[in-house]
């Protein structure tokens, strides 16, 4: 357990905190990276592997909160919704050097797009805690120190995943996917605040 007691009680606090630390370009490309050198002859550069394992604890923690977060809708796009492309729904604001292009979340499905908490329950379904723990342990092991050559070997896999790349990836759609809940979250609540401000 890598939460602390007030996290564990409130575990969207934890996604704040991740995206606070990390932009979320950064952290899909630190992802990225890492799949590309760990199933093929390539080698995360020292600086990089420095930087991914520091990363690793994020993601640790941001795996734990997302067993712990319940779906309480705030998250889901209606499926009456006049614009669910429109830019607010998966970025809350643009950061330097960036554009809208550069947060959507093109790694989902449009029914993960629709409600990102599908992609936690898929991730919890797939693999437990402790088994997610082994497949970033394993992912950053062979990314640094082996040659994989597009083989599954060295990283430990769900039996429900075809392979050890489709668990892997599931990370980057994990990140993508509790970045729509900061966003929206954040907007449903600035909503409603708005909404008690009119009506008083």
């Not at 630190?30 to 995360?44: D, G, M, P, V, Y």
């Not at 437990?128 to 050559?149: F, N, Q």
């Amino acid at each position: 357990v890598l939460l602390l007691e007030e996290e564990y009680d409130d575990p969207k606090r934890v996604i704040v905190q991740f995206f606070d630390a990390n932009h979320l370009q950064d952290a899909l490309s630190q992802l990225k990276s890492c799949l590309k050198a760990a199933f093929s002859k390539r080698r995360l550069r020292r600086r990089t592997l420095l930087s991914m394992m520091a990363f690793r604890e994020d993601m640790l923690r941001l795996l734990e909160a997302a067993t712990l977060l319940k779906d309480e809708g705030k998250s889901t796009i209606p499926e009456d919704a006049a614009d669910p492309l429109a830019t607010s729904w998966y970025c809350a604001s643009i950061g330097r050097d960036y554009t809208e292009w550069d947060y959507l979340p093109r790694h989902l499905s449009r029914k993960q797009y629709f409600n990102p908490y599908r992609v936690f329950k898929q991730c919890s379904n797939m693999s437990t805690l402790p088994e997610w723990r082994v497949v970033i342990e394993g992912l950053i092991d062979a990314a640094a120190y082996r040659g994989m050559e597009g083989e599954d070997g060295c990283i430990c896999h769900s039996n429900e995943e075809p392979n050890a790349y489709s668990q892997c990836k599931r990370l980057v759609e994990l990140v993508e996917a509790a970045h729509l809940i900061y966003v929206r979250e954040r907007l449903f609540d600035q909503d409603k605040q708005q909404q008690q401000e009119e009506a008083a």
